[in-house]
Nanobody
C-alpha cells in the first residue's frame, strides 16, 4: 500500500521559518507530480506549490519569494521550505502526489500537518 507521510509542521512566530517534508512509501514504479496544498479554517483547500518529476515548479502568488518547493526523486520525497511566515499562512498543509504503480495510476493525499504562525 502506497502512502504519503508528512512531517515538519508546528508553531512558529511571524517572520520565522519551517520546513515540511513528505515521503511516498510502498510499492510503486515512480512518483510523478508532487505538490503542497493548504486549508485554513473556514476556507477551501488551495494549491501552494507543485513540482514535476522533471523539476518544473509552480507557486501560488501568495507564497512566491517566500516558499521553496524541492524534491528528491531517489527518495520519493518532496519538501517545502517556508520562510518569512505570516499569520495568514496558518493552515493544515497537505502533500499531494500522482503515483504510478503496476496497473494503476492514481492521486494520493497525505494526512496533513498543521502550521500555526502566531506570536
Amino acid at each position: 500500500q502506497v502512502q504519503l507521510v508528512e512531517s515538519g509542521g508546528g508553531l512558529v512566530q511571524p517572520g520565522g521559518s519551517l520546513r515540511l517534508s513528505c515521503a511516498a512509501s510502498g510499492s510503486m514504479l515512480r512518483v510523478d507530480r508532487m505538490a503542497w496544498y493548504r486549508q485554513a479554517p473556514g476556507k477551501e483547500r488551495e494549491s501552494v506549490a507543485s513540482i514535476t518529476r522533471g523539476f518544473v515548479i509552480n507557486y501560488a502568488e501568495s507564497v512566491k519569494g517566500r516558499f521553496t518547493i524541492s524534491r528528491d526523486n531517489a527518495k520519493n520525497t518532496v519538501y517545502l521550505q517556508m520562510n518569512s511566515l505570516k499569520p495568514e499562512d496558518t493552515a493544515v498543509y497537505y502533500c499531494n502526489a500522482f503515483i504510478d504503480t503496476v496497473g494503476r495510476y492514481f492521486e494520493l493525499w497525505g494526512q496533513g500537518t498543521l502550521v500555526t504562525v502566531s506570536s
